[in-house]
Structures are given as C-alpha cells and as structure tokens.
C-alpha cells in the first residue's frame, strides 16, 4: 500500500488565529489542509513533504453560510455537497451549485471544502503520480525537477487548474477573504489565480481563505456550467465552461465566459458580443471562447478534441443558464 | 539504533460502532489504516491507496466519507465513525446487508462494505430512491464484478424492505430439483455482508513483517550492479533479497518457464521486480527502499509488436530461436484462398484492440509464514492456488509437501491474479529467512506492473461469403503483443484463433497469429482470454457482410449457426447449442425487427454473438489425475463438508459446490460447509481460469455428493424397511417415497449410515476431461473444451455528434448456461461480463506514456486516469438466461463468467454504424477517435462520388 511519509506533525488548531500563527512560527513547511482530498493524495505521492500539517477542521465559524446580504458570504470550510444541495444557493447561484456538484464523488463531496477546492492544486498527467513513476520519467519543474514534460522546451510548469469552483466564481465576480499575519484582506478571485502552475495563486505566506463573497446576482442575471469528463462520477474536469450574462427580453448583455482545465490560470474569454440570445450569437460566443483557447497535452483527453469542445459547453452551459 | 526518523505517535479517542478506542496513532497514519491494522475492523476495505475506489467508505456521523483520505488525527473529537461491522444489530443483518446477500450483489464483496455504507446513507435520507438518484448516491463507490445491475436491485429491495413490502427470501428450485435452480443466497453471503470475509490483507500475524520490492524504472536495461548494504544496515529491515537468491525460472505454462521472482541480468519492463525487503513495518520498508542501489546500462527498447518483428530490433532474450516472438500458431482448414478467390463478397478489415487491465478493487496481496517444523504457508489472493504451490516448491527449491497456499477470500481476479507472482515467491523466501511472517500488499501501481492484462491485438480479417449468404472463407492474420514474458501466451496465441469458428460457422478457416515480446508488462488471460479481441474483429465482420449482402445480420447469423451436435471447421465438437434462442430472445426484447435501421441519427442498434469454453481438455502441465477434485465428509450432526481445490474469485463456486451437496444429499444449504483452494485440507483443483469452475467441480462434486447418497440411502432404506430406490431426500429430511411422513432428519440418516458402515462417512469425487476432444492436429485440443456457452447481445446506442459520445442506452444480453444451478449467480456473472466489456469498448486502455523521457512508461497507473465506470455512467443492462441442458455438464449446467463479455464490444461497433453510419475498428472508442471518425464520414460525403474526402 501507498503510506504517507511519517515525516510531519499535524495541529487542530481551533481559531483562525491559531492558524495564522501557526503557519507563521512554521513557515513554508506547513500546510493547510481542509477536507483532505487533494492533499492526502499529494502526500501519498511526495509531491507534499510538510513538517507540521495545520487543519482546519477544528476552526470555529469557517463553515457559514450567509445568503441573507449582500455579498453572500460561503464559508471556507462549508462542504460542497452542502453547497450543491442546499436550496437556495441552487437557486441563487445555480452554476456554482452545478459545479461543486460535478466535483468527484459523493463522498468528496461531503469532506471536501470550498476554500480546499478554490485553492486546489494544479493538475499534470505528469505530477499526479507516485514518487516512482516521476522518478522513473524524470523529474519536473513543479516538484523535484527541472524540466517540463508537457511544454519540452519550456522553464515553466503549465499544470492545469482542475477545480470546477473556479469557472462559476469568476462569473459571479466573486472575493476572498483571506487572514494572513498582516491581518485581513480581500482580494478578487480574479486576481487570485496567476499563470504559473507550480502555484496558481497568490496566497501568501501564512494566509488562509476564510470566507468566499459573492455580490449578489442581479435577478436577470443568468449563469451555466458545464464540465467535459469522461466518467459521470468522480472525473477531473478535461475542460470546464461557466457562463454568465443579464438576458432582458430575449437579449444577452454583459456575457463573460471562464474556461478552465486548460492552464494554470482559468481564462476568461474577451471581446464576447451583446444581442439577441439565438444560437448565432452563442455560436458567436463559442467560436470566440474557441479562439482564445489552446489546451495543452497537460491533462487527460486529446487535446484538440478538448479544444473543439469548448464551443460546445459553451453552448451547454448557455442551455443550462437559460433552462 | 533508530529506524527512519518518524514522528511520535499520539494518543487518541475514536468512536467507532459505539465502542470508545483509545489509540496511539502515528500523524501520517490514515483512518483506514488506524481501523484495520490498528482496531482489528478489516472490513472497510483498501483498494486504491488514494480517493479513487471508495472501497475504505465508512460513515462519519452518518454521511459516507473516505477513511483513505482522513487522517486518524483529524477525525473529529466525538464523531460517530461507523464501518460495516457497526451496521448488523442484534437483531441481525441490517435490511441493506440483507438486500445485498439476497440480490446476489455481493460478488467478491470487495467493494461492498463501503458501498453498503454509502447505500445505508442513501437509504437514512429516502426510502423511496429513485434509479438515478441510486446511481449518484453509489457514484463514488467503483465495483468491478457485478457491472453494478445486482447492486441497485439490492439498493430497491433494502428500500423496500425497511418500507415493509419486500416479502421474505423463498429461493424455490428447478422444476425436479430440491436445491439447484433456486435463488439461494451465497455460502459466504453473511460474511461478505457484515465485513467478517477474511481477505489477504485482513491476516495479521504476531511478528509479521512487511514486504517491499524495489522496481525497474527502465523498459529495457542491463543490471550491472545491486548494492543493498545501506538498506540492510537501517534498523528495523531484516532481511534484503535481490534475485541471484531465487534464480530459477518459472511460468505457469511449463513450457515457457521465462520469469524469475527478481530479476537477475536485465529487466525488460518498467515495474519488474528487481529486489526485495523486510522490514518492521511499512514505513521503514518505504525508507529503505529507497536506500538500495542498482547500476542499469539501459537498453534501447522494443515498444510495438511491429518493432519486435524488426530484422535488428533488441532482442529482449537472446538466444532464443525464434528471436521476439514467443509464439506463432499457423494454421488452416479447408482451402482458403480458393474460397476467397471464388467468393461473390469478401470483407477485408484492419481492426485493433488496445490492451486493458483487470482492475479487480482488491491489490494483489500475499502473507508467508513459515512454522517450527519448516513448513511455508502461503496465503494470497491468487486464483490458481494449486500452481501457486508448485511453483514455490519449485523455485523456494523444497519438496511440495513443505509448502501450503491457502487461498483466502478474494477481492475480483478476473484472471489478473492466474499466474504466480514474484510477490508470493519472495514473500515466502523472506519468511524463511527471517523466520517471522511477512506480508506484501501491493499499492495499486504496481497492479499495473503485475498486469496479465488482456493483450493488445492488431488484427487483419478476411470474410468471404457466396451469394446465398453463406460463409465460406475466414482468413485471419493476428499480431499479439505479449509484454515482456510469456506468461499464458503459448495458449493466447491459440485461442486467439481457435474460439472463433462458432457459433457464426465458415466452410474453411484460417489463421496465422504470432505473439511478440514487447518492453511492457507482461500481458495475459483477462476475462475471455485470448477471443474477446479476435471476436470483436470477426463480428465486426460479419456485420459488414450482412451490409455488402443486403441481409439483416441476425438472420446472416442464423443463416451460418454451426447449430448443435457438430464438429466446427477447427475440429471442435460441440454439444449443446442455444445460440439460436440467445439470438431470438434479444431480436425480441430489443425490439430489433421494429427498430433496427430505422432508428433516427444518431440512434442505433447492433448485435453480435460469441461462444466461449467451460474448461479446456489438457491442464496446463501433461498429467493423468482429475483436473478437479472434491472430498465430502459427512458428520452425524447432520452437515456435509465440501473440500476442493476450486478458487472462489467471488463467481461464487464455493456456493455452487454447497448447493450440489445439497441437492444431492438432501440437506438445506446452509447445512453444507466449503474448505476450498487450501492446499493442505482440499484435493487439487486446478483453478479459476478457463471459465472451467463449474463445469469440473461441479461434476465432481456430483459424483462424490452421489456415492454418498447411495451409502445413506441404503442404511435409511434398511432401518425404514423399504428398498432403497424408495427413499429419497429433501430439506434436511431422508424418508419414504411412498410415505413421506416417514423418515427421519439428515443427522439421523448420516448417522445411521455412520454406524452401519463403522467409519466416517466419506467419499471423494473428480473429473477428467475426454482426451479426443479436439482436432487431429498439433495445438487442437488447445481451445477444445467439452461444452461451450454461447451468447447473443443487441446493443441500442446514442451518438453523441457534438462530443463523439458514444452513450450505451441499454444492453440486452442473452446467455446459454446450459442450466443456471443459481440464476441469481448466473444472472451476476452476465451483467459483470457485460459491464467489463462495454468499459473495455468505450473508456479502458493500458497504454504507454503520452511521451517524455521514458517512453516505456505506462499512463497513469492508478484507478483515476486508468478509469473503470463508476454506477452513473454504467448502461442499463438485461440478462436473459438461456437453458439448453448440455448433456456432459452438471445438471447441465456450462460457463457464464466470461462467454458474456465478448459480444457487447462489437455490438456497440454495429450499433454505432446503424446510428451515424460510421464504422469503428479501432478500441477503445474514445469520443475524440469518435468524432474524428464521424468528421472523415462527413468529408467523405461531401466528396462523393468515389469519396476522396480523406480527412
Ligand atoms: C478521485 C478524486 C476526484 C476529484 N475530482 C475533482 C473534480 O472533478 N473537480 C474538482 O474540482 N476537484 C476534484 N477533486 C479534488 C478535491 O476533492 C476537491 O477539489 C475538493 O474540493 C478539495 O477540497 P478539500 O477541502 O478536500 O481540500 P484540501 O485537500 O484540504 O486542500 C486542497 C488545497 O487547498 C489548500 N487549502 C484548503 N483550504 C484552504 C484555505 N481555507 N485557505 C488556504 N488554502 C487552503 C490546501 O493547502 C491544499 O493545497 C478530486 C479529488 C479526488 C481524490
Ligand atoms: S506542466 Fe510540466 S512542469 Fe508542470 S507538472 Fe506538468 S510536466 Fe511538470
Ligand atoms: S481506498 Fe479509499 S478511495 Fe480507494
Ligand atoms: S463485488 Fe464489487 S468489486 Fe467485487
């Protein structure tokens, strides 16, 4: 069997306080862990090699969830199948709802996090693999290596973001509140992720997610989401697609698209016309968000199949705003 | 001196089945680990070693989570864990376990603690579940066996049993039988149910050590230098192995005996085992495996079967004569090229099937001790533990009597675990060593390494037909990739071409298939060994003729059915034959004659047929003594005991044996005890491979259940006063024709039979197949078996343009077992079949690095990127069994566990021509192949006439 190395320590702090202090006093050899899914399989295969792990489990008051203001406020520890379930958010949020709800399988689901999947790891058919495998191919830039399988030539690690958060919470405009020694702050999701896929974030150190806002959707505001996977359970995302837009009798205005699992960085699609919601405009708005994209051999499927999917769950995930 | 610098361990308070534990636990220590080595609660279950299987689902506070992915150290302070041993009350099983035993989802078993769980979640929240609310609830729990069908009628029924409508288990009988033909829950049911089954894994003995072995992380190299002293010096390793201590050679085919435990002068795939280890526990193995040395000189490898054949290639063992290939079987019957060159139509294709994996939830494992008097005793999940035996006599180099493999219960094998290992030899060199037991469970990679998988095949067929429709010519040329050893591949190269001539018959017959070493994991029998690939290319085929001919392809079928009672082309005699019945009750149930060609775009529907074996004639090593062997003890207290080598792999022959007795004997079920596959308590059987289980056993046990019978029935007979043809038996009762009010209970009657003959009451039982069976020709009795099982399966399809989606809406499947001595088992057995088929047609494939450094490498060797389909995506299958009583077998009764497979993947191929008039002959059929075919048709189109519009 697989064993995780006997190598850390783990604290249950309980306030976020603790935390911040504890990711301080241990600097780059802590790590936070949520629900554990992604960071248990990352033990596993060395790609993680902490001193003292620091969850989060014990933390009073992550777990909130407040739909009554504006923004709405999720908490970093609420689960995803809460989220997925929960009436309301279904109704208020309903690609977010669909995209947490395609996350792994059910019981991911219900130990996985927001935040944990926010802040999830990039994904590369080359790293999310046992010490021996890597070792066996050679090491690469974002764990032991110098070079990158994908790319050949390249000097950065292009691993794909694979949380299907991601897509819909840029649509929604969404912020984080983070906690670090410094205090808190809130940054926009949009400037949280960076293109580099050995971190795609810009959480510094000692910081931790605590709470996810959305400002609250306007009524005739629409949103969809759709994944390409090939398994309906338990299956990364090959490519993910959110969409948005304000839809006033029968015209589309402020459309904004996110595709992801093809970069480190999810993309959003530019320069998407206004109009008369018919399939021309939305295969308008596909064959831009088509343009913009270029998958990569980083993760699982075909690549230019992935790529000539993307106009097609652009259209899905329009039928699926407008259902 | 200290081991590897490991944290400390901490105590702590779990709840767990309502029981408080106070543990240490190391802070790297999972749940699942801190459970089942800690805790002693081994029924939650380790399949993947990270998040992938749902095998270790246990209930936190009520809702299914993953104790793989859960460090002990982060469990709540008070939350409520429960496992599968917390689910079954005082009262008894809890309504699922009940619902599980009862449908006959309970295969291995391996996958059903945690899928219990999750279904008892399900059921906490709603007792009227809908299907697809069933289907998302199991979504993170992957079975392997039961194609999941027997699952959601089990999920239904515990719903309706805790609704209070399920009537209580009656399982009836066959017309003319007391026992057989009734749907009797599995001899192992209730242990499989409430997690009491004891798996490889599960065994924990005192002083036990564990086992690592250190693998070649090159396809091809020489070992120029291993120095294991660094490793050796760490306290807490007791013992290091490199392969010069086990240097002979061995396989399971005597014949090719190419492998070694550990490789001594080069290692020919990446994952060969290299060296090995003991030590105190896993993480110290894990430390001082990595301190071990080896120098390779690394070797240009051979990674296609078309280079193995080049003039230069490597040779990956030199000095063998016939070079790369391991084996070339050439062969034909009738004139061939005068039927094809006389034809009216030929169809030629070009067709591939990519190589696949078993995947059974259950890693490898193997647990050796040796005792005071020097005897070894193996336990591991093998299923061939009679091969297993020999081979360790053989290499371990000590008299077979010395040795003793026990076989415990087995998480799926699908013929991946038919070979002896590496593991189990050095497991038990080790233990004799170090003189402690040691244990070596293999993560899932290494599976993939270990492999056996089904071979990839590229495959050239030519089908000629005259202009009645008739066929008159099969020409078929096959290149097998082997992987690095030969493994079953002497018969793989056979069957590849020796299973095809029925029940679709042709006039003449040829076939010219070579299997090559490749620089990959040896490959071997999975499921349908050897014809699932050949047969998907052939009625692929015969599809494409009905189309030339302008014939509906069931009734091409019909047109060319060998029928029963014949000699094929080939020289294989067959006997019972319900090929046509299959046929006609798919035609009929799918709708076929309504709907077939007339289905709208991107709708369609395909058939196929198949036969497979029950058994073949020759065991694998020449010999004159049964291939299977049964031994009946009966006891005065009323119970028969059943003891046979036969491998229960979760197909359930350990049920079959039960209920044999008990017909025979009169006995209900459970009064019947199974000692199966321990080499020491049950005569030899040769294993669970070659679909030859029931079949062999079976009669075997028929015949020792009978001669028991007649010693009981003539003491009864005497102390009733009445002849013995008059007594008879049934339900625990022995009594009068005549008069059945008189008689008396089994424990009486064994009881008297005890004392009339002044010994214990026993007899044994074997079967030996008829040695004529098979063509006069060298290698025809390869593939001759003395039944076959046919099957017939009408798929209904939708293509997906936009993605190349190909979604399986419904299966039907139709199999003729001879006779179902369990329709619940057989009705299991088909729906598994089918699943594995469809997963192999649409999603699975062991293949090499997507590119890199090493390009020997295999693609992610884990049950995330090599997928198996999880209950959501998994088709709508109907099994429909089909009884043509064949006249040799048991009650007639022959094979259903692998004869099911092999139509549904060109069933999905026909299905998708008449959906989008597309023709897929390349596995798998990823949606991107898919829609890139479908592009090519378009183009194709477009350019017409001629079609130039190559792609
Ligand atoms: C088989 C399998 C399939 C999966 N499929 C999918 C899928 O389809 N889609 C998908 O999106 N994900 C998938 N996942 C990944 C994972 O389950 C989810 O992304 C989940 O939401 C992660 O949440 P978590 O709480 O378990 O995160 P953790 O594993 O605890 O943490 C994930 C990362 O986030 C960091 N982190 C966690 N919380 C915080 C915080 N509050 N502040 C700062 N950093 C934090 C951790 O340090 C870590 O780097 C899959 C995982 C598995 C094992
Ligand atoms: S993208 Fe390149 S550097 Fe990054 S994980 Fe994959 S192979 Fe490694
Ligand atoms: S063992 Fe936990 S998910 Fe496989
Ligand atoms: S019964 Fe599910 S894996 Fe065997």
């Known amino acids: 069997m697989l064993r995780i190395a006997p190598t850390f320590t783990v604290e249950t702090p309980t306030t976020v306080d603790e935390v911040v202090a504890l990711l301080q006093r241990h600097g780059p050899e802590a790590r936070v862990v949520a629900g554990g899914t992604d960071v248990m399989p990352n033990l596993k295969h060395g790609l993680y090699e902490p001193k003292v792990l620091v969850s989060l489990g014990r933390v009073q008051g992550l777990d909130g969830l407040d739909l009554s203001g504006d923004p709405l406020s999720l908490g970093a520890l609420v689960t995803l199948h809460r989220l997925a379930e929960h009436p309301e958010v279904r109704h208020?949020?309903?690609?977010?709802?669909?995209?947490?709800?395609?996350?792994?399988?059910?019981?991911?689901?219900?130990?996985?996090?927001?935040?944990?999947?926010?802040?999830?790891?990039?994904?590369?058919?080359?790293?999310?693999?046992?010490?021996?495998?890597?070792?066996?191919?050679?090491?690469?830039?974002?764990?032991?290596?110098?070079?990158?399988?994908?790319?050949?030539?390249?000097?950065?690690?292009?691993?794909?973001?694979?949380?299907?958060?991601?897509?819909?919470?840029?649509?929604?405009?969404?912020?984080?509140?983070?906690?670090?020694?410094?205090?808190?702050?809130?940054?926009?999701?949009?400037?949280?992720?960076?293109?580099?896929?050995?971190?795609?974030?810009?959480?510094?150190?000692?910081?931790?997610?605590?709470?996810?806002?959305?400002?609250?959707?306007?009524?005739?505001?629409?949103?969809?989401?759709?994944?390409?996977?090939?398994?309906?359970?338990?299956?990364?995302?090959?490519?993910?697609?959110?969409?948005?837009?304000?839809?006033?009798?029968?015209?589309?205005?402020?459309?904004?698209?996110?595709?992801?699992?093809?970069?480190?960085?999810?993309?959003?699609?530019?320069?998407?016309?206004?109009?008369?919601?018919?399939h021309v405009l939305v295969a308008e708005w596909g064959e831009k968000a088509f343009q913009s994209t270029r998958p990569l051999p980083n993760i699982n499927g075909d690549v230019e199949w992935r790529r000539e999917m993307v106009p097609v769950l652009v259209r899905r995930a329009v039928a699926a705003a407008t259902e | 001196m200290n081991g590897p610098a490991m944290t400390a361990r901490q105590l702590i308070t779990l709840r767990v089945n309502g029981d408080t534990h106070e543990v240490a636990v190391r802070p790297n220590h999972t749940l699942l680990e801190v459970l089942r080595y800690d805790l002693g609660l081994t029924g939650s279950k380790q399949g993947c070693d990270k998040g992938d299987c749902g095998a270790c689902t246990v209930l936190v506070d009520g809702e299914p989570a993953l104790a793989c992915c859960t460090l002990a150290l982060m469990v709540p302070p008070g939350a409520e864990i429960t496992t599968i041993e917390g689910l079954a009350t005082k009262q008894g099983l809890d309504p699922v376990q009940d619902a599980f035993d009862r449908s006959g989802a309970l295969q291995c078993g391996f996958c059903q603690p945690g899928m219990m769980l999750s279904a008892r979640?399900?059921?906490?929240?709603?007792?009227?579940?809908?299907?697809?609310?069933?289907?998302?609830?199991?979504?993170?729990?992957?079975?392997?066996?039961?194609?999941?069908?027997?699952?959601?009628?089990?999920?239904?029924?515990?719903?309706?049993?805790?609704?209070?409508?399920?009537?209580?288990?009656?399982?009836?009988?066959?017309?003319?039988h007391t026992v057989l033909g009734g749907r009797h829950r599995k001899a192992d049911g209730h242990l499989k149910a409430t997690g009491a089954a004891i798996y490889a894994d599960d065994i924990v003995l005192p002083r036990m050590l564990h086992g690592r072995i250190l693998r070649s992380p090159h396809a091809h190299a020489r070992i120029v230098r291993i120095d294991a002293s660094k490793a050796l010096a760490l306290p807490g390793v007791h013992a290091v192995l490199t392969g010069d201590a086990l240097p002979a050679r061995y396989g399971v085919i005597p014949w090719t005996e190419d492998e070694q435990a550990l490789a001594t002068d080069k290692v020919r795939f990446v994952g060969e085992e290299v060296a090995a280890l003991a030590a105190v526990d896993e993480e110290t193995a894990d430390a001082a495996l990595r301190l071990i040395e080896v120098e390779y000189a690394p070797l240009p490898p051979v990674l296609t079967p078309e280079a193995a054949l080049e003039p230069d290639a490597p040779q990956i063992f030199e000095g063998r004569k016939h070079g790369n290939v391991t084996k070339r079987v050439d062969l034909a019957f009738g004139d061939v090229d005068a039927a094809l060159s006389n034809a009216h139509h030929v169809v030629r294709g070009e067709y591939f099937f990519e190589g696949t994996a078993h995947a059974p939830i259950e890693p490898h494992c193997v647990v050796a001790d040796v005792d005071a008097r020097g005897l070894v005793t193996v336990w591991s999940s093998t299923q061939i533990p009679h091969y297993v035996h020999r081979t360790l006599s053989k290499v371990l180099e000590i008299p077979a009597d010395r040795v003793r493999v026990i076989q415990p219960a087995l998480g799926g094998a699908f013929g991946g675990k038919s070979d002896p290992f590496g593991h189990e030899i050095v497991a038990a060199k080790l233990a004799m060593i170090t003189g402690r037991p040691v244990k070596f469970l293999l993560n899932r990679e290494e599976t993939f390494y270990t492999h056996r998988g089904r071979h990839p095949m590229k495959m050239s067929m030519a089908l000629a037909a005259d202009a009645e429709g008739r066929l008159t010519a099969l020409d078929s040329k096959i290149l097998i990739d082997g992987g690095a050893y030969s493994s079953f591949g002497l018969v793989t190269a056979y069957y590849s071409g020796q299973l095809l001539a029925a029940p679709t018959g042709y006039a003449t017959y040829r076939f010219d298939s070579t299997r090559v070493f490749t620089n990959k994991p040896p490959c071997g029998p999975k499921r349908g060994h050897g014809s699932v690939q050949p047969r998907f290319a052939f009625e692929i085929a015969v599809d494409k003729m009905a189309h030339a001919l302008g014939v509906d392809p069931i009734e091409l079928r019909r047109r060319n059915d060998v029928g029963p009672d014949t000699t094929t082309v080939n020289g294989q005699r067959i006997t019972s034959n319900g090929f046509l019945e299959c046929l006609r009750v798919v035609e009929q149930a799918s709708g076929w004659k309504q709907r077939y060609g007339r289905l709208p775009f991107g709708r369609g529907l395909g058939v196929a047929g198949s036969m497979y074996i029950s058994g073949t004639a020759y065991p694998v090593y020449p010999n004159d003594m049964p291939q299977s062997g049964v031994e009946i003890r009966l006891d005065r207290s009323g119970r028969a005991h059943v003891m046979c080598g036969a491998s229960d792999i979760g197909q359930g022959s350990n049920t079959m044996l039960a209920l044999i007795a008990a017909e025979e004997l009169g006995l209900r079920p459970d009064a019947v005890r199974v000692t199966s596959s321990d080499t020491d308590l049950s005569p030899v059987d040769l294993g669970a491979y070659s679909s030859r289980v029931t079949f062999m056993a079976g009669l075997a046990a028929q015949e020792a259940a009978r001669a028991l019978a007649g010693e009981v029935r003539d003491a009864v007979a005497v102390k009733l006063g009445v002849p013995s043809?008059?007594?008879?038996?049934?339900?625990?009762?022995?009594?009068?024709?005549?008069?059945?009010?008189?008689?008396?209970?089994?424990?009486?009657?064994?009881?008297?039979?005890?004392?009339?003959?002044?010994?214990?009451?026993?007899?044994?039982?074997?079967?030996?197949?008829?040695?004529?069976?098979?063509?006069?020709?060298?290698?025809?009795?390869?593939?001759?078996?003395?039944?076959?099982?046919?099957?017939?399966?009408?798929?209904?399809?939708?293509?997906?343009?936009?993605?190349?989606?190909?979604?399986?809406?419904?299966?039907?499947?139709?199999?003729?077992?001879?006779?179902?001595?369990?329709?619940?088992?057989?009705?299991?057995?088909?729906?598994?079949?089918?699943?594995?088929?469809?997963?192999?047609?649409?999603?699975?494939?062991?293949?090499?690095?997507?590119?890199?450094?090493?390009?020997?490498?295999?693609?992610?060797?884990?049950?995330?990127?090599?997928?198996?389909?999880?209950?959501?995506?998994?088709?709508?299958?109907?099994?429909?069994?089909?009884?043509?009583?064949?006249?040799?077998?048991?009650?007639?009764?022959?094979?259903?566990?692998?004869?099911?497979?092999?139509?549904?993947?060109?069933?999905?191929?026909?299905?998708?021509?008449?959906?989008?008039?597309?023709?897929?002959?390349?596995?798998?059929?990823?949606?991107?192949?898919?829609?890139?075919?479908?592009?090519?048709?378009a183009a194709d189109a477009a350019a017409a006439p001629g079609g130039t519009g190559r792609c």
């Open chain 2, 121 to 176: 979640a399900l059921l906490n929240r709603t007792t009227t579940p809908g299907d697809a609310e069933i289907r998302a609830a199991l979504g993170g729990n992957l079975c392997r066996c039961t194609g999941y069908t027997q699952i959601f009628d089990a999920v239904k029924l515990a719903a309706a049993i805790e609704r209070g409508e399920a009537p209580p288990h009656a399982p009836g009988a066959a017309p003319g």
């Open chain 2, 725 to 937: 043809a008059e007594v008879t038996c049934g339900d625990g009762r022995w009594f009068s024709l005549r008069d059945p009010a008189t008689g008396m209970t089994a424990a009486e009657a064994f009881a008297l039979a005890e004392a009339s003959r002044g010994r214990p009451v026993g007899a044994t039982g074997g079967y030996r197949t008829d040695r004529n069976l098979g063509g006069p020709y060298r290698g025809g009795t390869i593939g001759a078996s003395p039944a076959y099982s046919f099957t017939a399966h009408v798929v209904e399809v939708e293509v997906d343009a936009d993605t190349g989606r190909i979604d399986v809406k419904k299966v039907w499947a139709a199999h003729d077992c001879g006779f179902a001595l369990n329709p619940t088992l057989v009705e299991g057995q088909i729906a598994g079949s089918v699943y594995m088929g469809w997963a192999e047609a649409v999603m699975e494939e062991q293949a090499m690095v997507y590119g890199g450094p090493n390009p020997g490498l295999l693609r992610g060797p884990n049950l995330l990127d090599y997928r198996i389909p999880t209950a959501v995506e998994t088709p709508d299958i109907e099994v429909f069994i089909v009884q043509s009583q064949d006249p040799n077998g048991p009650y007639g009764a022959k094979e259903a566990g692998e004869g099911p497979l092999h139509p549904v993947l060109p069933a999905i191929a026909n299905a998708v021509f008449d959906a989008v008039g597309v023709r897929l002959d390349r596995l798998p059929f990823h949606p991107a192949v898919v829609r890139q075919a479908l592009r090519c048709a």
């Open chain 1, 92 to 278: 208020l949020l309903p690609s977010l709802a669909a995209a947490v709800g395609h996350v792994a399988g059910p019981q991911h689901r219900r130990m996985g996090t927001l935040g944990g999947n926010v802040c999830l790891d990039t994904r590369c058919v080359y790293i999310n693999q046992t010490y021996f495998w890597r070792e066996a191919l050679g090491f690469c830039i974002k764990k032991d290596g110098t070079e990158c399988h994908v790319t050949r030539t390249g000097k950065k690690c292009v691993a794909a973001a694979s949380n299907d958060s991601a897509p819909p919470l840029l649509t929604l405009d969404a912020r984080l509140e983070i906690v670090g020694v410094g205090g808190r702050r809130e940054v926009a999701l949009d400037d949280f992720y960076v293109n580099d896929g050995v971190k795609n974030n810009a959480l510094a150190q000692g910081e931790v997610v605590t709470r996810i806002l959305v400002p609250r959707p306007a009524p005739i505001r629409r949103f969809g989401f759709d994944k390409l996977r090939i398994r309906e359970s338990v299956d990364f995302p090959m490519l993910n697609v959110a969409v948005a837009f304000d839809l006033v009798d029968g015209q589309a205005r402020r459309p904004d698209i996110v595709v992801s699992a093809i970069a480190a960085r999810p993309r959003r699609v530019k320069g998407l016309p206004e109009g008369l919601l018919n």
